[in-house]
């Protein structure tokens, strides 16, 4: 059976009596380079296991399968579960495990289901829950490597650099945690139903956390307060979430031994300079 030639699909589909579902934001691929083209640039061979959200009917899952020791494939949408039972038939490699992935323990699941195996993420994600798995699986600090199908503004803005257009707060939290490349566009066309927007393929390569950030979760908190309001300073940005206890002056003389304007706005400070920030309201609000 050809998992992405769409007379194939809909035979499929027909005798599970599968109907899509908009809440779970499914679009399955009907072009069968796409798969394959993601399972090749996520990296898996023999001594990795690999964990897929969403596989839908499994044409990822297959080419995942036939290049990785194991797959386990996270699959909410319990209507689909009969489906993968006949298409994965010949994936002896493969677990499909029933359930909302936003609720699991994936240190956990990885320790799990890939004992003595490099812990990888590829997944044609549903775009619905795109930042909040992402944030998951870099928080998780098990996989060597993150290869995600998303829609193109996410990616753009997760490979975003300073001073772009796209950049922000969830652009210097993927790039806290890992390095980032944007690997190809996938067109709408790709899929049945067709989304309203061209998908991208990312990948995410964990590294080491920054030396220059000594406090995570207080630069985190400095990030946030930058972008919270994108037209704002710098300095108003600050003001609003350290004003109860840092006047403004104080805050204007933080920026200015930062090296920085106090019309300068959060988009155009990278990793380094937001580090030194932080650093510095730190010791203003420790004096």
């Not at 690999?50 to 990822?60: R, Y």
């Not at 909410?76 to 994936?91: I, N, Q």
């Not at 290869?147 to 796209?166: H, K, N, S, W, Y």
């Not at 106090?262 to 420790?286: C, D, H, Q, Y």
Request: glycine share 8%; with cysteine.
């Amino acid at each position: 059976m050809d998992l992405c030639n769409i007379n194939h699909i809909k035979a499929l589909l027909g005798r599970h009596g599968f109907h899509f579902s908009k809440s779970m934001g499914q679009n399955f691929l009907i072009q069968d380079w796409v798969p394959r083209d993601i399972a090749d640039a996520s990296g898996a061979g023999p001594s990795c296991g690999v964990l897929e959200v969403g596989p839908g009917i499994g044409p990822l899952t297959v080419q995942l399968a036939q290049r990785a020791e194991k797959v386990a494939a996270v699959e909410l949408d319990r209507s689909l579960l009969p489906v993968l039972a006949e298409t994965l038939a010949d994936c002896p490699n493969v677990t499909v495990i029933p359930g909302d992935v936003m609720r699991l323990d994936l240190a956990g699941l990885a320790a799990e289901q890939f004992p003595g195996l490099t812990p990888l993420v590829c997944a044609n994600l549903p775009y619905n829950i795109t930042t909040p798995v992402i944030t998951a699986f870099l928080e998780a600090g098990v996989f060597a490597r993150i290869t995600v199908m998303i829609q193109r503004e996410v990616a753009l803005r997760i490979c975003a650099a300073p001073g772009a257009p796209d950049y922000g707060a969830f652009s210097l939290f993927c790039q806290y945690h890992a390095d980032t490349e944007l690997l190809f566009d996938v067109p709408k066309e790709c899929f049945l139903p067709a989304p309203k927007v061209t998908s991208s393929v990312v990948r995410l390569t964990p590294h080491p956390k920054p030396d220059c950030v000594e406090d995570p979760d207080f630069f985190f908190q400095v990030v946030r307060a930058s972008f919270a309001q994108r037209r704002k300073t710098l300095l108003n940005g600050l003001s609003a979430a350290f004003g109860s206890r840092l006047s403004k002056d104080t805050l204007r003389q933080v920026l200015a031994g930062c090296g920085l304007a106090e019309t300068v706005r959060g988009e155009r400070l990278g990793i380094p300079e937001f580090a030194a920030l932080a650093k510095a309201l730190n010791a203003a609000l420790s004096s």
